[in-house]
């Protein structure tokens, strides 16, 4: 099969599409002939190095966590799954034709197979980052830090289906577009004077790290809880009376069937830019590395 290989730690230049092996499905997993998979901040902080700390990549390795395709077959052990099914799933190295998956999700009736690539590991981090991260409850309020990126989306989505009461908290820039996704309330995290009206709130659902994340700790109540998918902020032990979650997502496919209907229903959606071929991966990266945009695809 055709994958994206990187060799070592670089700039986008580094990853090469090259002929690899096709993979062998193991105890409960399936292989699914990719229809596409999409590019996640995850995968060039591993590409260049930024992330070896605690993602080191083995050398030659295949990135990518996104999987959406048709299953072609079926390891030992694994019920409910047939082969033509058409499937999503959180993995890993999914910059190829072929790849493993364990925790897979029936595509739901609506949704386009190769939109759906978008959707696996932002959706499941959001979804964790208020479940497992906050644990709010209905009634109470959560800010959720970085709310028009696709985590974001899928928390705000979630904290609402919880019954909380939802704040997005966006660059002043982002304001207009975080009104249109179904928070109560958004505030502007880089205006001084629009958090110094700002109240406290019982938790915050954080997917922004710096100076914007040390800001908010000083913004929720004691005995509130931060959940964040950027590990603790700088100065947690400041503010001994606020629990800090860190959150680091792990597959689930009944619950990402769950998102991607609500996805088919248009009850949220995760923006995609554009839709480019899998062996252009660096010209993708580096696309998402600049920021400000939707999901980059990669078609397989």
Partial sequence: MKAVVLHEYGGPGKLKYED??????????????????????????????????????????ILGRDIAGIVRALGPGVDGIAVGDKVIALGFRSYAELVKAKDVALLPD????????????????????????????????????????????????????????????????????????????VVALDDSSAMEKLGFVDAVASAVGGETAEMLLGKVKQG????????????????????????????????????????????????????IPLKDAGKGQEAAEKGGIGKVLLLA
């Fill in 224 to 275: 509130g809880v931060v959940g964040s998918v950027l590990g603790p902020p700088a100065n947690t032990k400041m503010h001994p009376t606020v629990q800090v979650t860190p959150i680091m997502v792990v597959p689930d496919g009944e619950m990402l069937r769950a998102l991607a209907e609500d996805v088919a229903a248009k009850r949220f959606a995760i923006p995609i830019d554009r839709m």
């Fill in 20 to 61: 690899v092996n096709d993979p062998v499905p193991g105890e409960g997993e399936v292989l699914v002939r990719q229809a596409a998979t999409s590019v996640n901040p995850i995968d060039y902080k591993m590409r260049s190095g930024a992330a070896k700390e605690h993602f080191p990549v083995e050398f030659p390795g």
């Fill in 110 to 185: 609506g949704l386009d197979l190769v939109e759906a690539a978008a959707l696996p590991l932002v959706t499941l981090t959001g979804e964790q980052l208020i479940t497992r991260g906050t644990g709010i409850q209905p009634g109470q309020t959560v800010l959720v830090a970085g709310a028009v990126g696709g985590v974001g989306r899928s928390a705000v989505w979630t904290a609402k289906k919880a019954g909380a009461t939802v704040i997005a908290g966006v660059k002043k820039k982002q304001v207009d577009e975080a009104k249109t996704i179904g928070a109560d309330e």
